[in-house]
Nanobody
């Protein structure tokens, strides 16, 4: 049974940093896409950052490029999201996703429908 557990969320002031972790069990980091999504109250869940675990190619939403970094520790089965220069608009619940269903032209999809497995999420709150 696949289980994804996120941690590392919290409350920070604008321009602060947080590092989220997603520990996977029952799931092997092979050559597939994994990623981070976020959902703010009243909004759709949207993709933030993706990684192709085989070759480690990374993909980012325009809103977080240059501020967020996705990475992996294959030996420990952990996915990370380093978030720097946080803004109030980054406030959301962040979810880890795995078990890709499809890609887009060989790149990882940012659609929530493209992933089978989800964690319970971790809250990130950024105050101004």
């Amino acid at each position: 049974q696949v289980q994804l557990v996120e941690s590392g969320g919290g409350s920070v002031q604008a321009e602060g940093s947080l590092r989220l972790s997603c520990t996977a069990s029952g799931y092997t980091f092979s050559s597939d896409c994994m990623g981070w999504f976020r959902q703010a109250p009243g909004k759709e869940r949207g993709g933030v950052a993706m990684i192709l675990t085989g070759g480690a190619s990374t993909y980012y939403a325009d809103s977080v490029k240059g501020r967020f970094t996705i990475s992996q520790d294959k030996a420990k089965n952990i996915l990370y999201l380093q978030m720097n220069s946080l803004k109030p608009e980054d406030t959301a619940k962040y979810y880890c996703a795995a078990g890709e269903v499809w890609r887009v032209g060989g790149s990882c999809s940012f659609s929530r429908l493209a992933y089978r497995y989800w964690g319970q999420g971790t809250q990130v709150t950024v105050s101004s």
